[in-house]
């Protein structure tokens, strides 16, 4: 069965680093997300990603966030400078119906990759 | 997208049925129910969705209330490997157009064997 993967499965970083986190979606799809989950907390929605450009993003989202598909298969979450608070567990998503489409827009996710600032 | 109100956490038996809950009182009429879930250190995972009928998958059955302010995930015999967090969520999908999904707190339900 076709699955999102991410890499690295944990990524330890100086503050202030930057750092890039890699999604390979399933092959098919064309709706591209990001997720974050601070631990015990909620899963927060980051940035929605479409025909190379962004189609939302949250407040989270700030000037230190960027995505990029730098090919046909990759889909990656830049952070610029990091902070401790953006230690998190951040998961990439892919759907392969568009959301104002139809109701159907089941979206599957990745293992994650754990970030670690120190 | 609308609020949804979920129990905290829940517990079963192996094997037997489970009724998660969920409350969405101001759920509008385009809005549609999702239901995910997320095991343990794993990324939340599609279970079911719904807009009125009551809907049936191989994972789970979903019951909506005729006036649509409930909803509940039914597992027909819950295994060890349903204990998980499961989220209830609505979205519209026409005027969600990033198609966030708004994830909240959940219910989390344990099993015992």
């Known amino acids: 069965e076709p699955e999102v993967t991410q890499t690295p499965s944990h990524q330890v970083t100086q503050m202030g680093q930057e750092v890039i986190l890699r999604c390979v979606p399933i092959?098919?799809?064309?709706?591209f997300y990001w997720y974050r989950q601070i631990l015990g907390q909620k899963v927060e929605f980051l940035v929605s990603?479409?025909?190379?450009?962004?189609?939302?993003k949250s407040e989270i989202f700030d000037d230190q966030f960027s995505v990029e598909r730098p090919d046909g298969s990759n889909f990656t979450l830049k952070i610029r400078s990091t902070k401790l608070e953006d230690s998190a567990m951040y998961f990439c998503?892919?759907?392969?119906?568009?959301?104002?489409?139809?109701?159907?827009?089941?979206?599957?996710f990745g293992p994650g990759t754990r970030l670690t600032v120190l | 997208d609308a609020k949804t109100t979920q129990p905290n956490s829940m517990e079963s038996n192996e094997e037997e049925p489970v009724h998660l809950p969920c409350n969405h009182s101001?759920?509008?009429?385009?809005?549609?129910i999702h239901w995910y879930r997320q095991l343990p250190s794993q990324g939340p995972e599609y279970v079911i969705h719904?807009?009125?009928s009551n809907v049936n998958n191989r994972m789970a059955s979903l019951a909506i209330a005729e006036d649509r302010k409930s909803s509940t995930l039914i597992l027909h015999r819950a295994t060890l490997r349903d204990a998980a967090v499961y989220y209830c969520?609505?979205?519209?999908?026409?005027?969600?157009?990033?198609?966030?999904?708004?994830f909240g707190q959940g219910t989390e339900l344990s099993v015992k064997p």
């Open positions: 969520i609505l979205r519209d999908p026409f005027y969600n157009q990033g198609g966030k999904l708004i």
């Open positions: 719904g807009l009125t």
């Open positions: 101001t759920i509008s009429g385009t809005d549609y």
């Open positions: 998503a892919s759907s392969e119906v568009g959301p104002g489409l139809a109701d159907y827009n089941e979206q599957f």
């Open positions: 990603f479409y025909n190379n450009e962004i189609s939302e």
């Open positions: 092959s098919n799809h064309l709706y």
